[in-house]
């Protein structure tokens, strides 16, 4: 998701769809936009690939999962907890990759296609028996370490993890013709079509054996829209469709498309759970996520809506826009701040601590504070800025023009009645309606509240900001 002014931002959210397999005539880079590329160089692994930390930029630092956490635990007893961490989990390797592969093809600088190569080798290297890949996988060297062949049992369809890389290799395969980068990304997408449940929707999980989910079942076999479970395979299905020429995934697309009508909330309520029933009810997920209509997914949902748009023509995909915007309109607890969560029917916001109890109000923000790995986290923030329009924590003008500016042109309505008329500009339905059909800003909506606070968040987006706006 890139933050440029025009007319340099058109044509870097354009590169993607429109450059030719080779850099089409190299030209220099503005000078912002080459230090944040550079600087995404300079926290690649020795191998290819990033992981959480900058310097060093190796080890098993950061490590957020159940099974890497208690392997670290159990092998650092031993001392034998000597594996570096391959990070996909949005923004990790594969946004990376592609904010490269973007960067190589505006400029033809051949250092930026080196280190996408590198991290498509990578890739291709750790790719799991289901087609797909975890959102951490602990190395040894470059191989994935063998315990974790062994024991792991989740591939990751969320945090654009297994879509992200299928994505990236797709779009590689389109910069050099590798063969080995194709099918990867052919196996990649099989998965996800695989994985796609009766309804429409997608889980957070791919799980093996399949038994597990009779015997085991789990919120994250359910059809879901947290971290962008459903909006990730959306774009990448169609990203597959364009680059491989496969109907069959704008075919998958369209039916998750589909299903995100069906299951958006009421007209006073047109947003989207963060979970689902089968039968399209809104669920809980984990302890501190209630059931209930949740803004981040809701603006991620709508990205993915209106990518649908764009690719098929079909106009009932814009039918969402309208009603979603205005339930964030009326939704918002302070200027430019939404809760995580509301309750279905009275609109509240629900504060959940972490023990799954309620709290009344959530705590105020705390200051942001300098993170373990300092400059890396605002170097790894560029890269997945850059690479993909609807992935969680975006920069908060372009998702603004994008959601309105996008819906409008298939609105194709006279510009004469697009103009405020009485009191529309003081109704906040009418104002949100007129938003959507004038191309104007709805206002941030990205940035929101919880229970926790997000401490690093006026950091990271301070560096999207600097690393990535041309003057």
Not at 177 to 191: G, N, Q, V, W
Not at 304 to 327: F, I, M, N, Q, S
Request: hydrophobic share 40%.
């Amino acid at each position: 998701m890139l933050t440029l002014r025009r007319p340099l931002g058109a044509l870097l959210l354009l590169a993607l769809a429109c450059v030719p397999a080779r850099a089409a005539e190299p030209r220099p880079l503005p000078a912002e936009v080459r230090q944040a590329l550079d600087d995404v160089l300079a926290c690649e692994r020795p191998g290819g690939g990033w992981t959480y930390v900058c310097d060093p930029a190796t080890g098993p630092y950061g490590a957020a999962t159940k099974i890497v956490i208690r392997a670290t635990q159990v092998a650092s007893v031993l001392g034998l907890a000597s594996w570096d961490l391959l990070v996909l989990r949005s923004p990790g390797t594969p946004a990376a990759g592609l904010v490269l592969l973007e960067g190589y093809r505006l400029s033809g600088d051949e250092r930026y296609l080196d280190a996408a190569r590198r991290a498509g080798d990578l890739l291709v290297a750790t790719q799991l028996r289901s087609g797909g890949w975890a959102s951490e996988m602990p190395l040894s060297g470059n191989d994935l370490t063998w315990w974790f062949r062994l024991a792991n049992r989740w591939t990751a369809l969320d945090d654009d993890v297994t879509p992200g890389a299928a994505r990236f290799l797709a779009e590689l395969w389109s910069t050099t013709r590798d063969p080995r980068y194709r099918a990867a990304a052919e196996r990649a997408f099989d998965l996800l079509v695989a994985s796609q449940l009766e309804g429409g929707g997608f889980p957070l999980t791919a799980r093996e054996p399949r038994l597990l989910r009779e015997i085991s079942p789990s919120f994250e076999d359910l059809p879901s829209t947290n971290d962008a479970a459903t909006s990730g395979p959306i774009e990448a299905l169609l990203v597959g469709a364009r680059l491989l020429g496969r109907d069959d995934l704008l075919a998958a697309a369209r039916r998750a498309g589909d299903w995100l009508l069906r299951v958006q909330g009421p007209p006073r309520q047109a947003a989207w759970a963060q979970q689902y029933e089968l039968d399209g009810r809104p669920a809980p997920g984990r302890r501190f996520e209630p059931a209930g209509y949740a803004a981040w997914e809701s603006r991620e949902m709508l990205d993915a809506l209106l990518d649908l748009a764009d690719a098929t023509g079909d106009r009932r995909y814009c039918a969402a826009v309208p009603g979603a915007v205005d339930w964030f309109v009326r939704s918002a607890i302070a200027p430019g701040c939404w809760a995580r969560l509301y309750a279905a029917g009275s609109n509240e916001p629900l504060y959940v601590a972490r023990d799954g109890q309620r709290v009344r109000h959530p705590p105020p923000p705390r200051p942001a504070r300098p993170r373990r790995e300092g400059r890396a986290a605002q170097l790894r923030a560029p890269a997945a800025a850059a690479a993909h329009p609807g992935r969680r924590r975006p920069l908060p003008g372009r998702s603004r023009r994008r959601t309105a500016g996008r819906a409008r042109r298939f609105a194709a309505e006279p510009a004469a009645a697009n103009r405020p008329r009485g009191d529309a500009a003081r109704d906040p339905r009418a104002a949100a309606d007129l938003a959507v059909r004038r191309w104007k800003p709805l206002g941030p909506l990205v940035w929101h509240a919880n229970a926790r606070g997000r401490p690093a968040a006026s950091q990271t987006r301070a560096a999207r900001r600097t690393a990535l706006r041309v003057a």
